[in-house]
């Protein structure tokens, strides 16, 4: 396994872990940030480009889609994290709200942060089990 493969594996899971983490911690807190984005554009925007710089780099320089489980996954999560930058720069504010919506985010949350949860987990331990 390459040591790009192994570093990505740490660094996603480890982030994924204290992100489900903390946002668990302050569930309030963090669905009222999430929502306030959708109603402050310029933060939105810079949280798309964020998005996107860090999806891109992760296709450009983990385009892996062989040699088990972890590489597989960390490119995926790559195009996601790409895919789903490109949706919300493209969608216009009104889209982006309905899409929101239709995710129900404050009802699923510990359902979304438990996913998080679970693949940090699984990418930290692949990742440090190498």
Do not use: Q
């Not at 309030?28 to 984005?37: D, F, H, K, M």
């Amino acid at each position: 396994m390459s040591p790009l493969t192994v570093f990505l594996g740490k660094l996603i899971g480890i982030y994924c872990i204290i992100l489900a983490v903390t946002a668990m911690a302050h569930r309030r807190s963090t669905v009222a940030a999430i929502t306030s984005l959708l109603d402050n554009p310029p933060a939105l925007l810079l949280v798309e480009l964020i998005g996107l710089m860090a999806g891109l780099a992760v296709v450009l320089g983990h385009n892996v889609w062989s040699g088990g489980a972890l590489p597989v996954i960390i490119t995926l999560l790559g195009w996601l994290a790409t895919i789903r930058s490109i949706v919300l720069l493209a969608l216009p504010e009104d889209g982006k709200i309905k899409l929101f919506r239709a995710l129900h985010y404050e009802e699923r949350f510990y359902l979304y942060m438990g996913f998080t949860l679970i693949l940090g987990l699984f990418l930290t331990f692949a990742a440090f089990s190498v």
